[in-house]
């Protein structure tokens, strides 16, 4: 991928480009003996698809409507309904398979001898258990066949499969209800048919006369709905942002799970090189690049690594940190690695105070003098200053830099895939995300490269990647409008996608560059104040998320 963003500026000229491979298919294994099956239908291939005057998604016959309105000068709304509802789409039972490798979670997805065994206790129990083999489409780096599958019965709502539920949990084996539609198992003719609705906001930057910003409300530690922060900013329109930590188990609830600039300040480390929004809010205009970070606490003589900033030390969330970090260095998405020796420093957008607990903290004024050498971590950070934590062996560490009345400086830099630094102007903006799924042009979905892909976890790719979800999807068109797109889903009424249909879908809308943002409760469009899409929370309620992008009004003309 190519850097087209005004605001951001590398010091020496580089480029990054990734590799796309695009081949789908799937297939149904044959049932166990007396088991209900559905049937495979012809295997399609996905490629490059052209810009078109309907989305790429299901069946080519489906119906299609469109409306279209303005928001701002420069900035329109359109609402995609497409498909329609079948009743030949049903709930089910999906079962939990224990995996006889203790490295290996328990899931949904098996090798087809386990899955048969199974499947045939549970038709001895009396359930109409079925095996279906997984395959799922080949992305860029991922894909093709994922395992089997053991599903029970068919059932006309959720509430329906609840006593099928409860008697395989008595059999022995955990279930939860699951509703077809939401497969994406490209074969089927009955999940081509849909419905979708999708949200899209297409902002250009030659009418706009507004701003795009990215935001995390009063401090990074707390999560607020997308409407809260649109209201907050005073936004005509805005989006969920990024991944954030949303277990306090896993980190500071709310703290950005991956790169976050906000108004050229960076808060957030990337993780790995995983790719992200970069955007110049003021001159509207944004790209998709994939950045990596490196920072130093130094006293002019010494210098120490950083670990992270803004976070809590020992957890790194989504992993993609340093080689000391456990389980992997690697992307690792919805996964919490830990290390037990980490500099970690903060700013005072982090929050009231730093997270409490042994080790050590340094408290900086705005001059990088020290001020305070604390025993223990938990303090308010100074306005304009910064302090920085250790753990573990770090401590000594930075114990020998860090004397009272000391100087110490902190460098935090993103860095290209070919080294060359960026350096974000006041109005630049960078929201985490991933995997990427159009690159130049064409479709390259890297869930592998991007973290989700777990060796030891298969019903990871497969519930998160290969199924359907709410989808969240930020990119530009070759004319260089900055389009966001949400997609609704875990509704009957509407089934989400899966990567390769986010990608798709990006593709017929005339992107040419996009990424995917947080999905799933988080995915969220406010329009003028009110949510325009259907969250797929209980009662549609939307999720507090850690950050959004907003899109600001432009002055309105001097009364004369």
């Known amino acids: 991928m190519k850097s087209t963003v005004p605001g951001f ?109 199974v499947a045939a206790e549970l038709v001895a129990a009396g359930f109409t258990a079925r095996v279906e083999r997984v395959v799922s489409p080949q992305l860029a780096d991922a894909g093709g066949e994922l395992g089997f599958r053991v599903r029970v019965g068919e059932f ?22 699951w509703y077809v539609g939401w497969d994406g198992d490209p074969a089927s003719a009955d999940q081509s048919r849909g419905p979708w609705n999708l949200q899209v906001l297409t902002i250009d930057p030659k009418e706009f006369d ?9 401090d990074l530690e707390r999560r607020e709905t997308t409407s809260q922060l649109a209201a907050d900013a005073g936004a005509v ?22 790169v976050g600039v906000y108004s ?13 929004l970069v955007v110049d809010g003021k001159k509207a205009r944004a790209g998709v690049e994939r950045l990596s970070w490196e920072g130093t606490v130094s006293d002019g003589g010494s210098v120490l690594p950083l670990d992270g900033i803004n976070r809590v030390p020992g957890l790194i969330r989504n992993c993609g940190g340093t080689p000391d970090d456990v389980v992997t260095s690697e992307p690792l998405h919805d996964v919490t690695c830990t290390d037990a020796d980490e500099i970690v420093s903060f700013s005072p957008e982090f929050g009231a105070t730093t997270p409490a607990g042994p080790g050590l903290e340094v408290v900086l004024d705005a001059t990088g003098t020290v001020t305070a050498v604390n025993r223990s971590r938990g303090a308010s950070v100074p306005a304009g200053g910064a302090s920085i934590q250790a753990i573990g062996t770090d401590v000594q560490r930075l114990l020998e830099l860090a004397k009272p009345g000391a100087h110490l400086g902190l460098t935090s830099e993103l860095v290209a895939a070919d080294g060359k630094e960026f350096e974000a102007g006041p109005g630049s903006h960078v929201l985490n995300g991933g995997p990427a799924l159009i690159e130049d042009g064409k479709i390259g979905v890297t869930a592998r490269r991007d973290g989700m892909v777990h060796d030891r976890n298969p019903g990871m790719f497969y519930g ?19 389009v966001l797109v949400t997609v609704d889903g875990r509704q009957t009424g509407s089934l989400g996608l899966s990567l390769q249909e986010s990608a798709q879908v990006a593709k017929s809308l005339g992107l040419t560059e996009a990424i995917n943002l947080d999905g799933g409760g988080s995915t969220t469009m406010v329009v003028n104040g009110a949510v325009v899409n259907t969250p797929s929370n209980a009662g549609a309620a939307e999720r507090p998320v850690g950050d959004a992008l907003v899109v600001l009004p432009g002055r309105e003309p001097a009364a004369h």
């Open 9 to 117: 500026t590398r010091k020496k000229s580089g480029s990054l480009t990734a590799a796309g491979a695009l081949v789908a298919l799937t297939l149904m294994a044959p049932p166990v003996a007396g088991a209900a099956t559905g049937g495979a239908g012809p295997i399609p291939v996905f490629g490059e698809v052209a810009p078109a005057t309907k989305l790429d998604l299901g069946a080519p016959d489906l119906p299609e409507s469109r409306t279209v309105s303005t928001v701002a000068p420069g900035v329109t709304r359109t609402s995609i309904s497409r498909g329609t509802a079948t009743t030949a789409l049903f709930w089910t039972a999906e079962v939990t398979i224990p995996s006889s490798d203790p490295k290996v979670s328990a899931s949904a997805l098996s090798s087809e001898p386990t899955a048969r065994r």
């Open 156 to 177: 006309a709502s959720r509430e329906d499969a609840a006593a099928t539920i409860a008697g395989v949990k008595a059999a022995g084996y955990a279930a939860s209800a």
């Open 210 to 218: 507004g701003e795009i910003a990215a935001t995390f409300g009063p």
């Open 237 to 258: 329109a805005a989006v969920n942002g990024g991944f954030f930590v949303f277990d306090p188990a896993a980190g500071a609830e709310g703290d950005p799970a991956g």
């Open 264 to 276: 050229g300040q960076m808060l957030s480390e990337a993780v790995g090189d995983r790719p992200a």
């Open 464 to 482: 998160w990647a290969h199924k359907r979800n709410p989808r969240t999807i930020a990119g530009t068109d070759a004319a260089g409008r900055l």
